[in-house]
C-alpha cells in the first residue's frame, strides 16, 4: 500500500550558528499566529525558559512548540547553536520532515553552522534557507548566499539538496520576503512568506497505513505529578490514551506497559488529547524509566526503530566530591559521593551526548562532553541545586587508531580587526594551530580559519580576548582526529598559592600585588595548598596572604600615606576552568568558587611532579 500524507500538518526543525536568531524568529511566528492574548505579557526569547538560558542568551536545550496557520499545524523545533550541544541538534533532526538553516546576513555561515547543516544533509532533510538581519549596516547579501551555496557543495550535497528556495528575514521585526533587493530595500509586512514557503516546500509526514504503531523516543521532561514524561514522534499508526504498547528498550527487551496520559503542543502549552495520529510530536506519560532513543510499538507486532546514534564526546573532566578544608560550610545540601552520583546519572537519562565513568578513586567520576560550555554547564547547574564538588582540568578524549594515538581537532574560524592578525596568529601557533584560509573583507577586518588540537584552545578564549582587546570573534567546531601533536605549554604563568590556612589581610595583599593578578579580597578565609591569585612568572610561588603587620612603638615616616589596593578579579566558572593545569582542579560550591591544588600538602605535590617528570621522560603523552 503506497505512503498517505497528513497534508494537514508541518515538522520542522530551526538551525543555525549561535545568535544568527533562531529563537528571535520563534518568538515572532508565535505572536504573529496568536499564541498570546493580545494583552498577555510575554518574554523576549520565550523558548529559553532556563535561567542559565537567559543569562547567558544562548539556547542549551531542544525544544518544541506549534503554529496554527490556516488549515496547517506547523511543529516547530528550536534547536540550540553551540556544537557542544549538538546532541540536541541531532535528536531535534530525528522529529521533523524539514529545516530552515538560518544565516546571519552579515556573518554569513559559521562553524556551528557547517556542523547542523552536515548533520541535516546526512538526514536527507530538505532545507529553506533563510538569511536573516537583512537590515544591518553591513549585511552582504549575495556574498552569503554564495558563501551558502559553497558550504552545501563542501560537505558532499547532492543536486536536489542544492535546489532550496530562499527566504528573506528581520526577525526581530517580525517580517520575511521572498524577494527582498538589497540595492532597494523594501521591509515585508509579516511572517506571512515565510509560513507560506514552510507549507509549500516542507514536505507533509507520511505513513503507511498498513503499518503497526511505531513511535521513537526523542526526548525527555519531568512533572511533579506525573513523573517522567517522553516526548515522541509517532511514525506509524496511532496512539491513544490509556492503549496498552510494546516498550522496546535500548537493551533490546520488549516490555508490555499502559500511556496513562498523552498530550500534544499548542504553542508553549501541552494540552491533553485522546489520540495522535501519525507525524505528530507528542508528550506520554505513563512509563517510568523510559529512556531517549526507545520505541512504543504495537503489542501483537513490535517493530523497534534504530536507536539514536550521536558524536562522540572529545572533551572530559573530573567531578568528584569537595574535599578541601572548607566542604560543607557554604550552603552546600548535597556534599557527599552517593549524591553527587546519584546525580550523574540523573543527567545521562536526558542528555544522550554525555558519559560518565568510574576513575581510580570511589568518590571521583570522569564526565565526557561535546566541549568546554556543555561541562561548565553542567557543573553551573549542579552548584545551583547545592551540590559541592571538586571539578579537575578539562583533558582531552584520545582515541587509538591503527596502533597510533590520535586527539580531536577542531575547526576555528576567527573574525578580528587587522592589527590583531600578527599576535593571534603567533598565539595559534604555539598551540600548533595551521591556518586554511585568510580572507580580508576590505572592511578594516580580517576572516582566518585554523585547524587546531581541541587540546590547544583550553583556555585560548581569555588569552584570545585579552590580546583583540575584547573586539575578537572565535567559533569553532570537532573536526575529526588527528596523530598527537606533542607537548603544548597552554599557559605562561604559575599560580601563587597559600601556604597556610587564616583569613586574607589587606597587608599581605599590599606587599604581593605586584607578584601578579590576585583572585580574594581581604577577609577571604584560605587554607592551604588554596590558588590565590596568578603569578607573573613561569612558576608557582607559595605565599603567606594571611600575614599581619606588627605593632611596634616605632612611628613609619610613611603611616599617613595611602596604601591602594588592587581590586581582586576571582574567576568565574568558564575562567577558572580554562585557567587550571593538570595538578590544579576548581572547589565549587553555592557560595564561591575556588582554585586549588590536587595535592593540597606541599611535598606530595613535589612528589607528584617528580612522578610526572618521569612519565614525561618514558614517553606518556602530557599535555
Known sequence: MPNALRSELRNIAIVAHVDHGKTTLVDGLLRQSGAFRANQEVAERVMDSMDLEREKGITILAKNTAVQYGETKINIVDTPGHADFGGEVERGLTMVDGVLLLVDASEGPLPQTRFVLRKTLQARLPVILVINKVDRSDA????????????????????????FPIVYTNAKDGWASVDYDPDNPVEGESLRPLLDLIVERIPAPTHDPAHPLQALVTNLDASPYLGRIALCRVRHGTLRRGQQVAWCRTDGSIERVKVTELYVTDALERVEAQEAGPGEIIAIAGLSDVTIGETL???????????????????????????????????????????????????????????????????????????????????????????????????????????????PMEHMTIDIPEEHVGVVTQLLASRKGRMGEMVNHGTGWVRMEYRVPARGLIGFRTEFLTETRGTGILHH?????????????????????????????????????????LFVAPGTEVYNGMIVGEHNRAEDLEVNIVREKHLTNMRSSTADELERLTPPAPPTLDEALEFVREDECVEVTPGNIRLRKVELDPHARVKAMRAKAREARQGVPVA
Request: proline letters at 7%; glycine letters at 10%; zero cysteines.
Open 297 to 407: 510499538a504495537d503489542p501483537e507486532d513490535p517493530r523497534p526503530l534504530p536507536v539514536i546514534h550521536v558524536d562522540d564526546p572529545s572533551l572530559s573532566v573530573t567531578i568528584g566530591i569537595n574535599t578541601s578544608p572548607l566542604a560543607g560550610q557554604e550552603r552546600g545540601t548535597k556534599v557527599t559521593a552517593r549524591l553527587l552520583k546519584g546525580r550523574l546519572d540523573s543527567e545521562l537519562v536526558g542528555n544522550v551526548s554525555l558519559r560518565v565513568l568510574p576513575t581510580e578513586r570511589p568518590d571521583t567520576w570522569e564526565v565526557q562532553g561535546r566541549g568546554e560550555l556543555q561541562l561548565a554547564i553542567l557543573v553551573e547547574l549542579m552548584r545551583r541545586e547545592g551540590f559541592e564538588m571538586t571539578v579537575g582540568k578539562p583533558q582531552v578524549v584520545t582515541q587509538e587508531i591503527d596502533g597510533v594515538l590520535h586527539e
Open 477 to 517: 567546531v570537532f573536526d575529526g582526529y588527528e596523530p598527537w601533536q606533542g607537548a603544548l605549554r597552554l599557559r605562561p604563568t604559575g599560580s601563587l598559592i597559600a601556604d597556610r590556612p587564616g583569613k586574607v589581610t589587606t597587608f599581605a595583599l599590599t606587599g604581593l600585588q605586584d607578584r601578579g593578578t
Open 140 to 163: 552582504r547579501i549575495a556574498e552569503v548566499i554564495d558563501e551558502v551555496y559553497e558550504l552545501f557543495l563542501d560537505l558532499d550535497a547532492d543536486e536536489s539538496q542544492i535546489e
